[in-house]
């Protein structure tokens, strides 16, 4: 059921098996999994997942290789819902753990906003994580070309790039000492940009010059192009660079602050979890690109299976065999 400002004082009476923070690839594949275990859960999305971003996934099995990450979640929200599960469009603010429950508080709407609390038994964090993109004055010029051929992910789009003449958009030293070097797998026709945004060290340089890769400080003024194809770019002294491909690699954005008050095992920004994506609080689970582990949209939905099992797990040894209750030996007084 779509909860709204109108329907949630019923709704913040009950505790949930189950509160999923984020309703991207993860999040609506754990909620597919915990209500066909017949259990009642409650997703709460604020919206623009990294999947919604996504215009192209290449690689998931099954689906046209041009499939729109929206095309995805539409569908995923679709399947949730005819399950019967509980999403509420609202942004989470804050997680507290009261012992056997969490109250997880949220901000519905965004004017006018109103506050609602909801319980749950366990918890899935499945906020994921948000690129940064090359801060230029006209951020719509880069909205233009990200996710289209100008990508955020090798992982993803390396295939893509093969053999391209590719922009490398670093946020860092350690983004081109850790991702230059790799991308060449799939090209080597690699010219590095800074943004003008930190400074190259001497030995870096020298690497980069050894491997033929050329390094650009100029900040940026522009991304050139039409139709969504990024075609080079334009540097604040009018210079011109021609590129047929781009990967930005800023850092990202980790979704997390609602945790902050419970001192989760964290490796960076990403939340540690084991095998079945426990963290290191027994009730609080974590999935996708927000967990440590790759950045994948197959990764997030089979982590979703995966956490929605651990739960179901326990909440049925807790509860124990249900008998068939009429074909008990009836039971004699005296
Ligand atoms: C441009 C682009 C291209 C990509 N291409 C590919 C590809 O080709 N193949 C591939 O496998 N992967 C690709 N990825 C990566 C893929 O999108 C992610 O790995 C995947 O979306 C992770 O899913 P998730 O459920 O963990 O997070 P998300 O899909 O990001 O979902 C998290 C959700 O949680 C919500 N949220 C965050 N904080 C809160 C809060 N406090 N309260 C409520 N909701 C909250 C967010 O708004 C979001 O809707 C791409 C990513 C980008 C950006």
């Known amino acids: 059921m779509q909860l709204t400002?109108?329907?949630?004082?019923?709704?913040?009476?009950?505790?949930?098996?189950?509160?999923?923070?984020?309703g991207g690839a993860g999040g609506l594949s754990a909620g597919i999994y915990?209500?066909?275990?017949?259990?009642?859960?409650?997703?709460?999305?604020?919206?623009?997942?990294?999947?919604?971003?996504?215009?192209?996934?290449?690689?998931?099995?099954?689906?046209?290789?041009?499939?729109?990450?929206?095309?995805?979640?539409?569908?995923?929200?679709?399947?949730?819902?005819?399950?019967?599960?509980?999403?509420?469009?609202?942004?989470?603010?804050?997680?507290?753990?009261e012992?056997?429950?969490?109250?997880?508080?949220?901000?519905?709407?965004?004017?006018?906003?109103?506050?609602?609390v909801f319980r749950s038994k366990y918890l899935i964090a499945a906020s994921g994580i948000i690129d940064y993109l090359p801060p230029l004055d006209d951020m719509r010029n880069v909205y233009e070309y990200a996710g289209y051929n100008l990508h955020v992910c090798m992982v993803c789009d390396g295939?893509?790039?093969?053999?391209?003449?590719?922009?490398?958009?670093?946020?860092?030293?350690?983004?081109?000492?850790?991702?230059?070097?790799n991308l060449s797998w799939f090209t080597p026709?690699?010219?590095?940009?800074?943004?003008?945004?930190?400074?190259?060290?001497?030995?870096?340089?020298?690497?980069?010059?050894?491997?033929?890769?050329?390094?650009?400080?100029?900040?940026?003024?522009?991304?050139?192009?039409?139709?969504?194809?990024?075609?080079?770019?334009?540097?604040?002294?009018?210079?011109?660079?021609?590129?047929?491909?781009?990967?930005?690699?800023?850092?990202?954005?980790?979704?997390?602050t609602y945790l902050k008050g419970i001192g989760l095992e964290m490796k960076g920004g990403n939340l540690v979890t084991d095998n079945m994506c426990r963290t290191s609080h027994p009730r609080i689970l974590a999935i996708g690109d927000l967990k440590v582990g790759l950045n994948q949209v197959i990764i997030a939905a089979g982590d979703g299976a995966l956490a929605a099992t651990a739960i179901w797990r326990e909440i049925r040894r807790a509860v124990g065999a249900k008998p068939w209750v009429e074909n008990l030996p009836a039971v004699t007084n005296g």
């Open 5 to 22: 400002k109108n329907n949630l004082q019923e709704k913040q009476q009950q505790i949930y098996d189950a509160i999923v923070i984020g």
């Open 34 to 97: 915990l209500q066909r275990y017949l259990l009642n859960s409650l997703i709460i999305d604020k919206g623009k997942a990294r999947s919604f971003w996504m215009q192209e996934l290449h690689n998931y099995l099954g689906l046209p290789a041009d499939t729109p990450g929206r095309v995805l979640l539409q569908q995923g929200k679709k399947h949730y819902d005819s399950l019967n599960g509980d999403f509420l469009n609202g942004f989470v603010e804050e997680v507290i753990d």
């Open 99 to 116: 012992g056997e429950t969490f109250a997880v508080r949220v901000k519905v709407g965004r004017q006018n906003s109103i506050e609602a």
């Open 159 to 181: 295939y893509e790039m093969t053999n391209k003449q590719c922009g490398f958009f670093a946020g860092s030293e350690a983004a081109i000492a850790e991702m230059v070097f």
């Open 189 to 256: 026709y690699i010219t590095v940009f800074t943004h003008g945004a930190f400074t190259v060290s001497d030995s870096l340089k020298a690497k980069l010059r050894e491997h033929g890769y050329p390094l650009i400080e100029t900040p940026i003024k522009q991304f050139r192009g039409e139709h969504h194809r990024m075609t080079g770019v334009e540097l604040i002294d009018g210079s011109i660079v021609e590129l047929e491909t781009g990967l930005i690699s800023m850092g990202s954005r980790y979704h997390n």
